[in-house]
């Protein structure tokens, strides 16, 4: 099992920078393959932002390339997302996840934190 705990959310004014974490507290036969950020925007269906393996392999989406970057200490079970130059196309609800293989693939879902990025 694996529970995950977002922070770091909140408002932002367009060009600012804002830092998201999520920990995850697991059993000790967890396998945590891959962990990441989706988010979620009014009206708009969820989108994959960032996720890194645990061999610290980063993928993202074209839209925050070069503006976001997401790292993971594979040790502490956590996973950061560091967003700078942000835009108002960024406002959204960001949920952390963990993908568990342990057994069978499983993935856990964050509870959600808010970004809204206004002058």
């Known amino acids: 099992q694996v529970q995950l705990v977002e922070s770091g959310g909140g408002l932002v004014q367009p060009g600012g920078s804002l830092t998201l974490s999520c920990a995850a507290s697991?059993?000790?036969?967890?396998?945590?393959?891959?962990m990441g950020w989706y988010r979620q925007a009014p009206g708009k269906q969820r989108e994959l932002v960032a996720g890194?393996?645990?061999?610290?392999?980063?993928d993202y989406a074209e839209s925050v390339k070069g503006r976001f970057t997401i790292s993971r200490d594979n040790a502490k079970n956590t996973v950061t997302l560091q967003m700078n130059s942000v835009k108002p196309d960024d406002t959204a609800v960001y949920y952390c996840y963990a993908l568990d293989t342990y057994i069978s693939p499983q993935t856990y879902w964050g509870q959600g934190t808010q970004v809204t990025v206004s002058s």
């Open positions: 890194i393996s645990r061999g610290l392999s980063a």
């Open positions: 697991t059993s000790s036969s967890s396998e945590i393959r891959a």
